[in-house]
């Protein structure tokens, strides 16, 4: 499995596809936070924002080989485990990509509730946009590998469908996704640092159980 990973790593660093994601985000971040805003609300802007990115390096990760390559690796190693590894890849993407931007989000944010009047720890902080921030890049990945090969063969109806799922997974109630932000922003209201492990905890079962139903899925089917 780690010489798949390998595989999977280098085909992605080589490919440059992860480009166009990472400047989304960066665009994002750049639009939705700067410096001196309260903490909490930085870093729920800074989750949300990174699921669609997780799920487009999803994407990115399953779709990055040409079709006599996939059956290549496909034929050595076994169709679910070459799927299991771009998923792998593209969550791990993902993760260091929110990690590294909540650390850079708490370091230049004001360590304040969202009225400016109650101190906020800046350590707890972190570490709750850090939960928040992998509750959103496992649900991302769950979208990702629900709405792209083998669950969805069509270009036209994949990429929507990955947006709107995006979208959805952000904002309707019960989202683990949406748990995870709205209590950050929640908390900056009150000047309370809230941990969303349940969301956390919750995101993991479902992108296990995606990724396991997208790699049953892929032995069954032929690219």
Same mark, same amino acid.
């Given at each position: 499995?780690?010489a798949?990973l390998?595989?999977?790593t280098?085909?992605l660093?080589r490919s440059?596809?992860?480009?166009?994601?990472?400047?989304?985000y960066?665009?994002?971040l750049?639009i939705?936070v700067?410096?001196?805003?309260?903490v909490?609300?930085?870093?729920?802007?800074?989750?949300?924002?990174?699921l669609?990115?997780?799920?487009?390096?999803v994407?990115?990760?399953?779709?990055?080989e040409?079709?006599?390559?996939?059956?290549?690796?496909s034929?050595?190693?076994?169709p679910g485990?070459?799927?299991?590894?771009a998923?792998l890849?593209?969550l791990?993407a993902?993760?260091?990509?929110g990690s590294?931007a909540?650390?850079v989000?708490?370091?230049?944010s004001?360590?304040? #509730?969202?009225?400016?009047?109650t101190?906020? +720890?800046?350590l $707890?902080a972190? @570490? %709750?946009? =850090?939960? !928040?921030?992998? /509750?959103?890049?496992l649900?991302?990945?769950?979208?990702g590998?629900?709405?792209?090969?083998?669950?969805?063969?069509s270009?036209?109806r994949?990429?929507?469908t990955?947006?709107?799922?995006?979208?959805?997974s952000?904002?309707?109630?019960g989202?683990?996704?949406?748990?995870?932000?709205?209590?950050?922003?929640t908390? #900056?209201r009150?000047?309370t640092v809230?941990m +969303?492990?349940? $969301?956390?905890? @919750? %995101?993991? =079962?479902? !992108?296990a159980? /995606?990724?396991a139903?997208?790699?049953a899925?892929?032995s069954?089917?032929?690219?």
């Amino acid at each position: 499995m780690t010489a798949l990973l390998s595989y999977q790593t280098a085909l992605l660093a080589r490919s440059q596809r992860w480009l166009p994601p990472f400047i989304l985000y960066a665009v994002f971040l750049g639009i939705g936070v700067s410096s001196g805003q309260p903490v909490l609300d930085s870093l729920g802007y800074t989750a949300a924002a990174l699921l669609p990115v997780a799920a487009w390096l999803v994407r990115i990760c399953v779709t990055n080989e040409p079709p006599a390559a996939r059956s290549c690796v496909s034929a050595a190693v076994g169709p679910g485990r070459a799927h299991l590894a771009a998923l792998l890849i593209a969550l791990t993407a993902a993760a260091v990509l929110g990690s590294l931007a909540t650390l850079v989000v708490t370091l230049i944010s004001d360590p304040v #509730s969202a009225d400016h009047q109650t101190r906020v +720890p800046r350590l $707890p902080a972190g @570490a %709750a946009g =850090l939960f !928040a921030t992998l /509750a959103c890049a496992l649900l991302g990945t769950a979208v990702g590998a629900l709405t792209t090969w083998p669950m969805l063969r069509s270009t036209g109806r994949a990429v929507p469908t990955m947006l709107l799922a995006a979208l959805l997974s952000v904002v309707v109630t019960g989202s683990p996704a949406q748990a995870a932000v709205s209590g950050l922003v929640t908390g #900056s209201r009150s000047g309370t640092v809230p941990m +969303p492990l349940l $969301p956390l905890a @919750a %995101a993991a =079962l479902l !992108a296990a159980a /995606a990724i396991a139903v997208a790699c049953a899925l892929t032995s069954r089917r032929s690219p």
